[in-house]
């Protein structure tokens, strides 16, 4: 059974830092893996996804790498502001075809202090 | 694209009464996801349909739970009866599963209350 596990739960830096943020997974055979932003009270937005077969993905001020071996990804801020503040979640998607069920972490919350 | 569409966004309900959530998808994409938050579980997928099939319902908690996807545009989340452990968040997502890219798109979500 696949379970994804996130550390820390919360996190409190100060603005201008660069943090990283850690995902991990029991079962390497995934499709691919995505990184979330939950906002309090709001949905899910997708910030990057990784296929199995990449070992990174870039979006601007966000990194995320992906070591299926070592069944880890971590996501990468650079120079961190007070508007990331907000819940990160990791997820891993199973299998490809029609199986899309995406298996999620409990998510790290970020504080970056201004 | 309005992006996904949920309804009711709150809903306040008492212990035994039917509830209803309201889905629309992103037009164009081909699953649906229904998925509950709570503190306790963290997020849990529930059902999932591609092409209106449902495809994998099995964290839907008990028969008190049901989904339909009657067309490609609109999906609904049943619940009857309600009881004060369904409260939660509700989050419909859809996604176009096309090779590899899959990314889903989540829906405000339903805040969910049984008193």
């Known amino acids: 059974k696949q379970e994804v596990t996130q550390i820390p739960a919360a996190l409190s830096v100060p603005e201008g830092e660069n943090l990283v943020l850690n995902c991990s997974f029991t079962?390497?055979?995934?499709?691919?893996l995505q990184w979330f932003r939950q906002d309090p009270g709001k949905g899910l937005t997708s910030l990057l996804l990784i296929q199995s077969s990449q070992r990174e993905q870039t979006s601007g001020r966000l990194n995320a790498s992906l070591d299926k071996s070592s069944g880890r990804s971590t996501l990468y801020i650079a120079a961190s502001q007070p508007g990331d503040s907000a819940t990160y979640l990791c997820a891993v998607r199973r299998g490809s075809g029609n199986t899309g069920k995406l298996i999620f972490g409990q998510g790290t919350t970020l504080q970056v202090k201004p | 694209d309005a992006g996904v569409i949920q309804s009711p966004r709150h809903e306040v309900t008492e212990m035994g009464q039917e509830v209803t959530l309201r889905c629309k998808p992103i037009s164009g994409h081909n699953s649906l996801f229904w998925y509950r938050q709570t503190m306790m579980r963290g997020l849990e997928l529930l059902i999932y349909?591609?092409?209106?099939?449902?495809?994998?319902d099995s964290g839907m908690p008990e028969d008190r739970f049901s989904a339909k996807m009657p067309n490609a545009s609109f999906s609904t989340l049943k619940i009857q009866p309600s009881e004060p452990r369904d409260s939660a968040v509700y989050f419909c997502?859809?996604?176009?599963?096309?090779?590899?890219?899959?990314?889903?798109?989540f829906g405000p979500g339903t805040r969910l209350t049984v008193l």
């Open positions: 079962d390497s055979a995934i499709y691919n």
């Open positions: 349909f591609n092409n209106n099939v449902p495809i994998d």
């Open positions: 997502a859809s996604s176009l599963i096309q090779g590899a890219t899959d990314t889903q798109y």
